[in-house]
Nanobody, 122 residues
């Protein structure tokens, strides 16, 4: 059974930074692409960033480009999301996910974490 556990969320002022981590347990996910998604209250879950198995291919949502950085450490079975220059509109629950191929869509990701809350105050 695969388990993804996010950490690193919290409350930060606009312009601040947070680093989210997503650790996998129960099965190695080195051969899986990993993604970050977010869901604000009353809105659909949306794509933030994704990284291929080797890390050679990375996708970002337009809202994340230039501010967020996704990375992975396969030895630790962990993926990270460094978030800089945070804005109030980044407030959401952030989820990590794993898929067999790198995707920008919710569909296709087989494994999901429980989410971590990120709140950006103005």
């Amino acid at each position: 059974q695969v388990q993804l556990v996010e950490s690193g969320g919290g409350l930060v002022q606009a312009g601040g930074s947070l680093r989210l981590s997503c650790a996998a347990s129960g099965r190695t996910l080195r051969m899986y692409a990993r993604g970050w998604f977010r869901q604000a209250p009353g809105k659909e879950r949306e794509f933030v960033a994704a990284i291929s198995q080797s890390g050679s291919t990375i996708y970002y949502a337009d809202s994340a480009k230039g501010r967020f950085t996704i990375s992975r450490d396969n030895a630790k079975n962990t993926v990270y999301l460094q978030m800089d220059s945070l804005k109030p509109e980044d407030t959401a629950v952030y989820y990590c996910a794993a898929a067999q191929v790198i995707l920008r869509t919710v569909n296709g990701y087989a494994y999901w974490g429980q989410g971590t809350q990120v709140t950006v105050s103005s």
